[in-house]
């Protein structure tokens, strides 16, 4: 009898322990979170110089645009998503193109259009500064933290955004150039002073002289350019009675509305999930490289809702949902760690907590802190080191027994030092400002082109679904030749959402060249100065050197 009591005394303490270990299990399973996020590397986070601010994107491509890096000869077809950064020569032939800065800031150019992204917002500098060569240009200006942040150059005339608005500059190369004013205020300065401009004013200047006062205009769409702005305006000026995101973030309340769907997941509150997305699909995967020089390697999603997603938060797979996306509003060139060796580069996006997630066997764990990250987790994308910049990193990464040969993989929470050969970039001082250097050796837009096969649109009003690169068959993220199974989360049926695309206006011909006499470097001089003396909303009339009309 006794030892009948101690056999069901040892099952019950059995059963407990068991109990004890499958409850931990899903604890673990549940993530109940920590106090507070492991960060990243700190010396990694004060070393970097970017801001939320500080890279741009190609936001809208139609027909042909095309961007030359700093170090970099020859010119790349520029294609959605596209991270831009100081340094950028940005042109279009037979074609229009829209740069997104963040925080409603909108440059758009039009066909036969050149134009050179001189500096960009850092921690130490907050000045953004464009030189325009050629060619039509919108400014829209929905963010500006303080008078003069924005400037724009051209070989006549030097303007300095004062207010948010809507700004239009045409330059006639070798002739004259032309700003309007649609809403706010702004400065054109020239060689006889500078005045003011506000909302319906135009003012032409040539070899920097003002041709006349400030004059009136009706504002209204004359053009297809003007028509093509106003587009996109309708389409990215959309205000939501809801808003889900950081308010940093939301500029891209319309594109992830058009291809994903809100969920609240505590704790980390409203998240994300994509439509039509494959099972073979992870986070940094469907896209490339491209190392800048001041963000290091830089994601490009090919995604049409990708910046946001891949450059802000972070992503976790769940059980009814999949992968999905927790917004957080400050901005990285990849949230991921990385792992290397002499063959190969590999990387896991980071999970909430700041560890390398792992998404093996069916579960998620966002706490992950093994000595290796396993091999078999779906999280993971390796490619060999030759590949790292290749544009077809889906169809290049490693699988099934090329994993398995690794044996052993260490995550490290520091950015990838590596830099690919000949990034060399010069760096040269003009009055106080340091402006990076063209090495522009292309005398022909046609001269040294790499294709890139990517969606032309995307977006809210562009193609639903991205083109691939030759070579990947299927949906985002396929590489067999299998098709794979699509998630269950499906787009609802929608009507067709037009971007209401504007003819754009037929090539003249040219080619895109160096101004004649336009030294080897592209930066511009010092340009006409701003008169220190305007503010932006108080105008010292009487002298003419700083006037507002009207």
Sequence with gaps: ????????????????????LVTAWGVSAQEVPPQAPAPQNPQDAQDAKYTN??????????????????????????????????????????????????????????????????????????????????????????????????????????????????????????????????????????EQGSTLLKGSQRLEITEGRFASKPST?????????????????????????????????????????????????????????????????????????????????????????????????????????GWYWIPMNIWGPAWVNWWWNDYYFGWAPLSYWGYPGVYMGGMYYGHYYGQYYPFASRALTVVRRENLKDPHIAANALRGDSLKSLNRITMTNSTLDVRPAGTRISVQPLDGSRVL??????????RGVRATDRAAGGGPGGARVARRPDGQAGAQG?????????????????????????????????????????????????GYRSDPNIAGTTARVGQTARTVYG
């Design 1 to 20: 009898m006794e030892k009948r009591i101690g056999d069901r005394t040892m099952k019950k303490a059995f059963i407990f322990a068991i109990a004890l």
């Design 53 to 190: 601010e500080t890279i741009g994107r190609l936001s809208f491509v139609e027909g042909k645009a095309f961007v030359q890096r700093a170090s970099d000869l020859g010119f790349e077809e520029g294609a959605l998503n596209m991270p831009i950064t100081e340094g950028d020569r940005i042109a279009t032939s037979e074609g229009r193109a829209e740069v997104h800065f963040g925080r409603g800031n909108y440059l758009r150019l039009d066909a036969d259009t050149k134009l050179d992204v001189l500096n960009l917002p850092k921690k130490e500098d907050d000045i953004a500064r464009v030189r325009v060569w050629s060619g039509n240009v919108y400014l829209v200006v929905g963010t500006l933290h303080k008078e003069k942040q924005i400037e724009l150059h051209t070989a006549d005339a030097s303007f300095y955004v004062l207010e948010r608005g809507v700004f239009r500059i045409n330059v006639r190369e070798n002739s004259d150039t032309e700003i309007q004013v649609y809403q706010g205020l702004i400065e054109a300065a020239g």
């Design 217 to 321: 205009f009706i504002a209204v769409a004359d053009d297809s350019f003007d028509r093509f702005n106003e587009s996109r305006t309708s389409i990215t000026g959309r205000e939501f009675a809801q808003s889900r995101l950081p308010e940093e973030l939301s500029d891209y309340e319309g594109e992830l509305d058009e291809y994903g769907e809100w969920t609240y997941l505590a704790p980390y509150g409203n998240v994300w999930i994509p439509y039509d997305v494959d099972d073979d699909w992870r986070p940094y995967y469907n896209g490339r490289w491209t190392w800048l020089p001041l963000s290091g390697w830089t994601w490009w999603p090919y995604e049409p809702w990708g910046w946001a997603t891949f450059h802000y938060g972070r992503w976790h797979w769940g059980m009814d949902l």
């Design 437 to 446: 250097l063209r090495n522009d050796g292309a005398t022909r837009l046609e």
């Design 478 to 526: 396929a590489s067999s030749g299998t098709a794979a199974k699509p998630r269950t989360v499906r787009s609802p049926d929608r009507g067709a959402k037009s971007a209401g695309k504007a003819k754009t206006s037929s090539s003249s011909g040219r080619n895109i060249r160096k101004k004649d006499g336009e030294p080897a470097t592209s930066a511009m001089s010092a």
